[in-house]
């Protein structure tokens, strides 16, 4: 198989060939979350707090694991996919935990680098054994169609500017780099879910292009906007205003935490009431879990019936 590269599609693929791009943003809908997902987390705030929680747990991932950015984007990318497809159920709160041990696992598979969850569980106050861990995964595969190159806005990034001509090399990577730390900064603002990948990548190449070289901004939105695959009106629109907000809210915020996922204000501070509340009830007692059996070979596993050992 050939070899595809997450971020940067084209540049394993035969470069720019027609059919490439109008595959690729073809098969965009089938790497994310389900259409009543943005729905659910709107009016359950159950699912909002599960899913902010689980954020909150792949980033610390990221930090005590030293993962590149990347790895928890697609984690996280996995794990709404999966949530959106499948009932959680509730009053178990290992089943967040082991989810995402599985969702950071299979990232890191993925971008093939090493990711010890033995390590990190420890770091957190909670094991499960690699059978249990492998299962999940299965799980997840199971849910997601084995989709997992999963089509993020980090691959369209470099077509889009490849439709509009910088000299400087320098220039081009401090632009690449300033719309993927605002694609970053954006991945937890839950009203964004419903936009595609391409969308996020062309609203982040502006919103980065007005920033670093307002004087050239005209050309590059004139380039970007007249790709025959953009929505125009859905980048001018809908979904500008939404990623300048999340940058907004986040523009005073510390390099160390410009990459957390909880974008709107609201939202900062509920999570980190819960996660000073779990930090404290972890170290109080750290609780080993393992997980019975849960896959059949011959029946579709559901998640209801995992069970932990007592």
């Known amino acids: 198989m050939e ?26 809908s089938d790497h994310m979350p389900s259409q009543n997902y943005l729905q659910c987390l709107k009016t359950s705030d159950f699912y909002v707090s599960f899913r902010q929680e689980a954020i909150s747990l792949i980033l610390q991932a990221q930090y005590s694991c030293n993962l590149d950015p990347y790895t928890p984007y697609l984690a996280v990318n996995y794990m709404d996919r999966f ?20 969702c950071i696992s299979l990232a890191a598979k993925m ?3 090493h990711f010890s969850s ?8 909670f094991i499960f054994d690699a059978p249990a861990i492998q299962r999940m995964e299965l799980l997840i595969l199971d849910a997601l169609n084995w989709r997992m190159r999963s089509v993020t806005p980090f ?15 320098p220039l ?51 380039s970007i906007l007249s790709c025959e695959y ?15 907000d999340t940058v907004s809210s986040s523009s005073t915020r510390t390099p160390l935490s410009v990459l957390d996922c909880h974008c709107t204000k609201a939202e900062s501070e ?16 750290i609780k080993r879990r393992k997980l019975n059996d849960f896959c059949s070979e011959s029946t579709r596993v559901q998640i209801s019936q995992i069970q932990p050992f007592g």
């Open 172 to 222: 081009t990577q401090a632009l690449k780099d300033r719309a993927s730390n605002i694609i970053f900064q954006a991945h937890g603002e839950i009203n964004l879910l419903e936009f595609k990948p391409s969308i996020l990548a062309a609203s982040a190449l502006l919103l980065a292009s007005h920033e670093l070289f307002p004087l050239q901004f005209p050309s590059v939105e004139t």
């Open 3 to 28: 070899y595809f590269d997450l971020e940067d599609p084209f540049t394993s693929l035969k470069e720019h060939q027609s059919d490439t791009i109008s595959a690729l943003f073809s098969s965009e």
């Open 270 to 285: 509920s999570t980190t009431s819960t996660m000073g509340a779990t930090a404290m009830a972890e170290k109080r007692e």
């Open 155 to 169: 691959s369209f990034i470099c077509f889009f500017m490849s439709l509009f001509e910088l000299k400087d090399p």
């Open 111 to 113: 971008k093939e680098i």
């Open 83 to 102: 949530i959106s497809r499948q009932d959680i159920p509730q009053g178990n709160p290992w089943v967040l935990r082991l989810l995402v041990i599985a």
């Open 230 to 244: 953009v929505n125009k009106d859905m980048v001018v629109n809908q979904i500008s205003e939404s990623i300048v």
């Open 118 to 125: 033995s390590n990190f569980q420890r770091e957190e106050g």
